[in-house]
T-cell receptor, first 113, second 113 residues
Framework: GENVEQHPSTLSVQEGDSAVIKCTYSDSASNYFPWYKQELGKRPQLIIDIRSNVGEKKDQRIAVTLNKTAKHFSLHITETQPEDSAVYFCAADRGSTLGRLYFGRGTQLTVWP | ETGVTQTPRHLVMGMTNKKSLKCEQHLGHNAMYWYKQSAKKPLELMFVYNFKEQTENNSVPSRFSPECPNSSHLFLHLHTLQPEDSALYLC????????????FGDGTRLSIL
């Protein structure tokens, strides 16, 4: 099956700085890569996703890049704010009709004011 | 967002009890999922239902029994659970097919005494 590795496990940044979270995957058949944000005591929420036919996608302060050759994808958050503090999960989908997502272990992001 | 609703939010039960978790989605999706979220571990997929048919059982012990009476409702029946089953149980839904984002409920925090 697919194996998704996520780094770092914890990340602390100063408000206004950028944060980068990286994930690698093992199965070259994977073609869909969503990112979820989970605040304490709340549900995981989809914040951005990318499909394998594009290399980068941006939504305001959040961007995701994908390198299919190297089998890694990254989440970039610019101008971080304290409300960005949460656990972020990456995931990969091998493209089966079952919609099976393989998740990374998560990154605890803390943004200090 | 109230697209996926889970009840109860919290559940404390003894190892000999029988209880059920409920999930309902109002998004018109036709695939539903149960995940287990434990501290320091990736989200673990337990079951997948596609058009009410169970399409994946991810080696889950028989003390967990899912039921999907229709595409909007999903249950997880629990009996004779173990302390290591204490976790957050998350329900999600999506459209059938690959590359479809999954939408999560708030989860049920389960504690086994």
């Amino acid at each position: 099956g697919e194996n998704v590795e996520q780094h770092p496990s914890t990340l602390s940044v100063q408000e206004g700085d950028s944060a980068v979270i990286k994930c690698t995957y093992s199965d070259s058949a994977s073609n869909y890569f969503p990112w979820y944000k989970q605040e304490l005591g709340k549900r995981p929420q989809l914040i951005i996703d990318i499909r394998s036919n594009v290399g980068e996608k941006k939504d305001q302060r959040i961007a995701v890049t994908l390198n299919k050759t190297a089998k890694h994808f990254s989440l970039h958050i610019t101008e971080t704010q304290p409300e960005d503090s949460a656990v972020y999960f990456c995931a990969a989908d091998r493209g089966s009709t079952l919609g099976r997502l393989y998740f990374g272990r998560g990154t605890q992001l803390t943004v200090w004011p | 967002e109230t697209g996926v609703t889970q009840t109860p939010r919290h559940l404390v039960m003894g190892m000999t009890n029988k209880k059920s978790l409920k999930c309902e989605q109002h998004l018109g999706h036709n695939a539903m999922y149960w995940y287990k979220q434990s501290a320091k571990k990736p989200l673990e997929l337990m079951f997948v239902y596609n058009f009410k048919e169970q399409t994946e059982n991810n080696s889950v012990p028989s003390r967990f029994s899912p039921e999907c009476p229709n595409s909007s409702h999903l249950f997880l029946h629990l009996h004779t659970l173990q302390p290591e089953d204490s976790a957050l149980y998350l329900c999600a839904s999506s459209q059938t097919g690959s590359n479809q984002p999954q939408h999560f409920g708030d989860g049920t925090r389960l504690s086994i005494l």
